[in-house]
């Protein structure tokens, strides 16, 4: 494997950090080569803020359900589906804006992401580590008021970044089998693959006292491994889990979906 390769395949989450401070230098880096993402249409309909307000950080730190890393990370970078910028220039130049309809949001959504995720990359290669945060979007309205969000705007996902303190094990993925598929879609390797997986993720121990809802399912006696995990969690109906308020949030920054 080349170097390139290994690294992207070296890929953790990183949720502990030193207090060694990450420079500005490295800021700008990393928020350029997230730039340099595909981008649909080129229309780059994304903002990242970089915050390093430590009361700031705590604060969200509190809002995504107290996750320390947020607190403790050396830069957090917020990432928001952002059509406001478009909306402007609609709006100098008199144009109607479909800022409104669903199929902006999923493009402006799938930037976000990609940056996001080259943003992480461009981070570990100087030595950081990160985690991305979807618990951005537990509590949305707090984060928009906090950080000024325009109209048309969307917390995606947050990531907090930092040299790390302790550096986890690679996380296995589900065998390819589980989720590629050659010309069509084929649902039969699924169940296979899924439960060589759950073998893997069970002796590896990565769920141990991360069972969901454990109260809910007191007659379960099997394995809790990654199937029944993942199944819990989207049968889980709990505020944090399913975030029920994105719809209404969403309408309110103009982002109707329609
Ligand atoms: C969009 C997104 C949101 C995530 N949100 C959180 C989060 O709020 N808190 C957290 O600790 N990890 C979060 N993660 C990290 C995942 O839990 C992690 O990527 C996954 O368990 C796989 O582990 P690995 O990245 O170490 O391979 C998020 C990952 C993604 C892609």
Request: aromatic share 8%.
């Amino acid at each position: 494997m080349n170097e390139l390769l290994s690294f992207l395949n070296s890929h953790v989450s990183v949720r502990q950090f030193t207090d060694q401070p990450i420079d500005e230098d490295q800021e700008r880096l990393i928020v350029t080569t997230a730039q340099r993402s595909p981008t649909s249409s080129n229309l780059q309909a994304y903002t990242i803020i970089g915050i390093r307000n430590q009361e700031t950080k705590d604060r969200l730190a509190e809002l995504c359900g107290r996750q320390g890393h947020i607190a403790h990370s050396g830069l957090f970078l917020l990432f928001c589906a952002d059509l406001y910028r478009l909306s402007r220039l609609n709006a100098e130049k008199g144009y109607p804006f479909t800022g409104e309809y669903t199929e902006p949001f999923i493009v402006a959504t799938v930037d976000t992401a990609l940056a996001a995720g080259r943003a992480l990359m461009a981070a570990q290669a100087m030595g950081l580590g990160g985690v991305m945060v979807g618990a951005i979007r537990n509590h949305p309205d707090d984060v928009a008021e906090l950080l000024n969000l325009p109209p048309y705007t969307c917390p995606i996902m947050g990531m907090s970044l930092g040299y790390p303190a302790t550096v986890p094990k690679v996380k296995p993925r589900l065998p390819m089998e589980a989720i590629y598929c050659r010309e069509q879609y084929d649902s039969g390797p699924f169940a296979q693959a899924i439960a060589d997986y759950d073998k893997i993720i069970d002796r590896l121990g990565h769920l141990k006292g991360r069972e969901v809802n454990a109260g809910s399912y007191p007659d379960f006696a099997g394995d809790y491994s990654w199937s029944e995990h993942s199944a819990r969690r989207m049968a889980d109906l709990s505020p944090t889990a399913l975030r029920p308020h994105m719809k209404s949030f969403l309408e309110k920054q103009k982002l109707k979906l329609k």
